[in-house]
């Protein structure tokens, strides 16, 4: 069993919470690193009125004791400081309080999700299938990150582009333009892990494979509508010589010139850097709403309006490192032990060893 994690909690009920498995014990652990890391995935330009309601902090309550894990499940909860605002609409108990939402907004689950799950209101939806669930993913993924750091394997991000435009100043000027005509803009993100030892992931069965568990999960963040694994799109232009990292060897010491492949060959890592591109399809809430359907009425309507992002790419690169943490932290434990943080890095030592010494990498 490797590490995983499951959470729960909608964008406005009262916490949000996460219960995480799997990280060995012994690994010193901080909130305030963790903190720092939710604070990074409420910046960026062009975030919304909700960023300035709340400020997220995270507080622990099992599987840590006196800054140590104890390789139990650990627990984590994030208040929603907007709670007060809310009690009524979102409470557990009670009779229904509050306006129904019943314009279902194109890009969204709202419509499908009701079906789905026969709902009348459409924030029995939306609240759980809102980007705000990603605060925990960012939670666990920062703890992730610091078991990582004592594995010698880092991971980080940036953005690329935003709406077609490069550069600070252009997607600055993308960002405004959408705002003022009260639309949204998506773009895309890279994730880089490095320092990550060949051979994590397998190619004995297909649910094995570590690049399909990283497409897999970057898929799962919110209005990702595409993963590439290094220059996947661009390679399916090409010819083959120009595309595969070819092999070379230097007084024994195996390596590649080039990482065309993003770290992954045959559903493995291969030494390289795992680099994880992904694109965020513009936030379906927008200001000047689009055309939709009442659900209660079937008459035709606009969309309904939540308190939104005019861009939130680098909230999304943030939930994309978070990710990246997870998996690769689950293959770590999967394949060299979880138990004790100390039996984890001693097995990691031995196998870096081996592949040194067996094949130069």
Known sequence: MGVRYISGGESHGSRLVCILEGLPAGLKVSSD???????????GYGRGGRMKIESDCVE?????????????????????????????????EGSPCGEKVTNARPGHADLIGAAKYSRSDVRDILER????????????????????????????GKVLSVGGAIGDE?????????????DTVGGIFEVKVSGVPAGLGSHIQWDRKLDAKFAAAFMSIQAVKAVELGDGFSNATKLGSE??????????????????????EGGMTNGEDLIIRAAMKPIP?????????????????????ERSDTCAIWAAQVVGE???AVVTADAIVDKFGGDALIDTLANLKHYRARLTEEFGL
């Open 60 to 92: 622990f309550l099992s599987g840590i004791r006196f800054g140590e894990t104890l390789g139990s499940p650990i627990t984590l909860s994030v208040e929603n400081r907007d709670w007060k605002n809310w009690q009524d609409r979102m409470s557990a």
């Open 322 to 324: 978070a990710m990246a």
């Open 33 to 43: 690193f963790v903190n720092a890391e939710l604070k990074r995935r409420q910046g």
């Open 129 to 156: 299938s809102s980007a705000r669930e990603t605060t925990m993913r960012v939670a666990a993924g920062a703890l992730c990150k610091i078991f990582l750091h004592c594995c010698g394997i880092e991971v980080g």
């Open 170 to 182: 252009k997607i600055r000027e993308r960002i405004d333009e959408a705002k003022s005509r009260g």
């Open 285 to 305: 809430t927008l200001m000047k709403p689009l055309q939709t359907v009442d659900i209660a009425t079937r008459q035709p309507v606009t969309a309904s309006k």
């Open 243 to 264: 595309v595969h990292d070819e092999i070379f060897v230097d007084g024994g010491k195996i390596f590649r010139k080039t990482n065309r492949a993003g770290g992954f």
